[in-house]
């Protein structure tokens, strides 16, 4: 039973995370009726609570909810003593307090935007939360804490705004339209635009030194040749000239 309950605290957190952008730590404002009930069923709530919400918490109550519990007497001493020792949050009530239960729903006005859980055993005030997007809902039953499932006003909320995330196509075209008006449609294409990667030399004016060098002195040596057999041939043709002149 334990594991499955901590199963579905898990999931449930899972969901606030995802949705709601919850972290660590977690802020639970506690009301006399929690505080109370933890009490009469012996619950540590600061050494059990980080480990059934997985991770760091922080205790929070208001002076208005101290002011309650004083008013009330020794009924309600010992939750007093435990609220006491819970970290401060400010509310808008200094001059005139107001119950408990009024002072945590006006913690929780404006979208939640500090991140609340809100721990009761007031089911009016629970009621009350349950109609409120993104606020996590702690109470006691049979001597355990429990994390209430998300409120249809929750998963109301997120459906929809995935529902917004899906933008109309006719939406679509207005914005390239807009985007392609202030000129920024083009600038995003150039943007995108790959660069050329440098190219290698080309292999056919790579031609190796070796070669040049054979290839330059290949004519330098025909013409030496050709010089050589022409100066043959003259010295050849001279003899005979000789030869022939002292035979006659």
């Known amino acids: 039973m334990k594991l499955k309950r901590q199963k579905h605290a898990k999931k ?47 205790l929070c109550t208001t002076r208005c909810v101290l002011k309650e519990l004083e008013s009330l007497g020794k009924a309600l001493y010992g939750a007093k003593l435990i609220a006491q020792r819970f970290q401060l949050r400010s509310c808008s009530h200094h001059k005139d307090p107001v119950s408990g239960s009024a002072c945590l729903l006006s913690m929780i006005e404006e979208g939640n935007s500090h991140h609340f859980f809100i721990a009761t055993q007031d089911q009016e005030l629970a009621n009350k939360v349950k109609k409120k997007a993104g606020v996590p809902l ?37 914005i390239v339209q807009l985007k392609e008006k202030e000129g920024l449609a083009k600038q995003e294409g150039e943007k995108r635009r790959k660069r050329k990667r440098a190219g290698g030399p080309n292999p056919l004016s790579c031609l190796k030194k070796k070669k040049k060098t054979q290839e330059g002195q290949e004519p330098s040596a025909e013409k030496k040749k050709r010089r050589k057999r022409k100066r043959n041939r003259v010295k050849a043709e001279a003899v005979q000239s000789v030869q022939k002149s002292e035979e006659d």
């Open 138 to 174: 702690l109470f006691i039953i049979q001597n355990t804490m429990v994390l209430d499932k998300p409120s249809p006003k929750s998963l109301a909320f997120v459906q929809k705004l995935q529902m917004n995330e899906l933008v109309p196509e006719h939406q679509k075209q207005s």
């Open 12 to 58: 449930n957190m899972g969901f606030y995370k995802h949705n709601f952008h919850f972290r660590e730590p977690f802020q639970v404002l506690l009301d006399g009726t929690f505080c109370q009930a933890a009490l009469r069923n012996k619950i540590q709530i600061r050494e059990q609570l980080p480990g059934y919400l997985g991770g760091a918490t922080q």
